[in-house]
C-alpha cells in the first residue's frame, strides 16, 4: 500500500516538473521574439507578444521615416534597401531577471547607424529641397530627389557601428511567458533599429513646436 502511495506521489511530482520545465524560459522567448523580428515573421512576433501591437509600431515608424523622405513606394530600391539594412541587425542575449509574473532580459545589439545616417539625410535634404522648390520644381521631382538622396545615404551604410544595450520586457500570460506592448520596449525596439525611433521622436518633438510656433 505504501509502495502505490510512493509511485503515485512520485508520478505527481514528475508531471509537475515536466509541466514547468516545458514553460519557455524569457530568455528562449526573447530570442525567438528577436528572430522572428530579424527574418520579418511577423506572426510569429504577435504569437510571442501580449497584445500583438509591435508590427503596428514598427510599421508606422517606417511608413513616417519612408514617408518623409519620399522613398514611401515599396518596389523603389531606396525603399528596399532601407527595409534591408533595418532588419539586418546582430544581437546577444544576456541576463534574464524574474519577479513574479514579469520578467526582464537585457539585449546588446550592433546595428546600422541610422540616427546619424538620418540626420544627415535631413541636413542635405533640406537645402536642396528648397533650392528645387525656389526653382519652381514639381512635387513628383521634390519626390525623387528625397528617393535619391536616402538612397545614397544607405548605401554609405557599411558597418555596423552602432552599439546599444536594451531591456526587453516580458508578462507571464496563461502561464507563458510573452512581450509585453510596445509602449514599454520602445527603448529595446530604437536599440534593435539603430535609433530609428529616436530621431522620429525628436522630429515629432520639433513638428510639434514648430506648429506651436505657427498658432
Do not use: H
Amino acid at each position: 500500500m505504501k509502495r502505490k502511495v510512493f509511485v503515485s506521489i512520485l508520478c505527481i511530482v514528475c508531471f509537475i516538473v515536466a509541466a514547468c520545465s516545458s514553460t519557455k524560459k524569457p530568455a528562449v522567448v526573447a530570442d525567438e521574439f528577436i528572430t522572428a523580428m530579424k527574418s520579418q515573421d511577423f506572426e510569429k512576433v504577435k504569437s510571442l507578444s501580449a497584445q500583438g501591437d509591435v508590427q503596428d509600431e514598427v510599421s508606422d515608424t517606417i511608413e513616417d521615416i519612408l514617408s518623409d523622405t519620399g522613398a514611401d513606394d515599396s518596389e523603389d530600391p531606396s525603399t528596399q534597401l532601407f527595409m534591408e539594412k533595418l532588419f539586418d541587425f546582430d544581437y546577444t542575449i544576456g541576463e534574464e531577471k524574474i519577479d513574479g509574473d514579469n520578467a526582464t532580459v537585457e539585449v546588446s545589439f550592433k546595428t546600422y547607424d541610422f540616427y546619424a545616417m538620418l540626420g544627415s539625410y535631413l541636413e542635405k535634404a533640406f537645402s536642396k529641397v528648397l533650392e528645387l522648390a525656389f526653382s519652381g520644381a514639381s512635387e513628383e521631382e521634390i519626390s525623387g530627389l528625397g528617393a535619391q538622396l536616402l538612397e545614397e545615404e544607405l548605401g554609405a551604410l557599411t558597418e555596423k557601428n552602432r552599439e546599444a544595450a536594451a531591456t526587453l520586457n516580458l508578462v507571464k500570460t496563461d502561464g507563458e511567458w510573452k512581450v509585453t506592448n510596445m509602449d514599454e520596449n520602445t527603448e529595446f525596439l530604437d536599440g534593435m533599429f539603430g535609433g530609428l525611433f529616436s530621431i522620429v521622436n525628436a522630429l515629432d518633438e520639433m513638428g510639434d513646436k514648430l506648429s506651436g510656433i505657427g498658432e
